[in-house]
């Protein structure tokens, strides 16, 4: 019955775990009380992480996993992935999640909005707005047909990124350059 929310990486302000929580306390309670946040990752930050979850009484469901090894298995666990970063470049993270046919809820950031397009293969969200990813995770919650197609869409489009392809690519950049193929 529980909701199953996921965050992967160094807890720092960059990361901005802090929106996901700022979100959750947001969330009606019907659906606030269902959720658990894991946040695979350590940091400077997570003292006042975890201070925020327990000042909004969350801090039974916040869970800090610290570092992982065993990232595939808790994206698998997961029913939505976040990546609420202020900023980030190609987010591998997120890359994993939509391998998995996971929704990914991320910030309308540069490495984010390459990966996610708003409505198919997640859905984007202002960094630093609260009441937009409570919004944003309430829809995928209470949307199971947008929830099964962002799925669906999210695997086949990240193809693109995989070892054959990023190679084919590489082989055809250079043989261009080269005046190999014309």
């Not at 976040?82 to 987010?91: A, F, K, Q, V």
């Not at 996971?102 to 984007?124: A, F, M, Q």
């Amino acid at each position: 019955d529980k909701i199953v929310l996921l965050s992967i990486g160094e807890i720092n302000k960059n990361k901005n775990q802090r929106q996901v929580i700022e979100a959750i306390s947001l969330l009606p309670v019907d659906i606030k009380y269902r959720i658990v946040y894991l946040i695979a990752g350590k940091g400077k930050q997570e003292r006042e992480i975890k201070s925020i979850s327990t000042k909004y009484g969350l801090g039974k469901q916040v869970v800090f996993l610290g570092y992982s090894g065993d990232i595939p298995n808790l994206i698998n666990a997961a029913d939505i992935n976040l990546s609420t970063s202020y900023r980030e470049g190609l987010p591998k993270n997120v890359m994993e999640a939509m391998a998995t046919g996971k929704p990914v809820i991320g910030t309308n950031v540069r490495g984010n909005r390459d990966l996610i397009k708003h409505g198919e293969t997640g859905l984007l969200v202002p960094v630093g707005d609260y009441h937009a990813t409570a919004e944003a995770i309430t829809k995928l919650i209470n949307d199971k047909e947008l929830y099964l197609d962002i799925r669906a869409n999210t695997k086949k489009f990240v193809t693109r990124y995989d070892i054959d392809s990023v190679l084919n690519e590489i082989v055809e950049i250079y043989a261009n350059k080269m005046g190999f193929l014309s």
